[in-house]
């Protein structure tokens, strides 16, 4: 869940099934709180995605893979919001597992 504290600050907090509290995660800043989010996870995957707004108005899309079985590597960090560069295609963006 992800909520805009002030006019360029968003909070994130998690909640999984059996959890008693939402638990805080983390603060993105420098985007447009007026803006909203747009979050998807799908199917048995272990990648979500969150899009926002940033202060220049441009969509940015991030993905997380939450797979602890696998190795990180720098084109693929585990556990860590990536930030779609600004050139990717859509379709690469999705389908980025």
């Known amino acids: 869940m992800w909520y805009a504290s002030d ?3 968003f909070q994130q907090y998690g909640w999984r099934y059996g959890d008693e509290k ?6 993105w800043k420098n985007l447009n709180g007026h803006a ?3 979050c998807y996870s799908w199917g048995e995957g272990t990648v979500t995605y969150a899009m926002f707004v940033d ?3 441009t969509v940015n899309f991030y993905w ?3 797979n602890n079985n696998m190795t990180a590597t ?6 860590e919001w990536t930030n779609c560069k600004q050139d990717a295609h859509l379709n690469t963006v999705l389908t980025h597992h």
Do not use: A, R, S
């Open 7 to 9: 006019n360029t600050t």
């Open 22 to 27: 939402w638990d805080y995660q983390e603060e």
């Open 36 to 38: 909203g989010v747009g």
């Open 55 to 57: 202060l220049k108005n």
């Open 64 to 66: 997380k893979d939450t």
């Open 74 to 79: 720098d084109d693929h960090p585990i556990n």
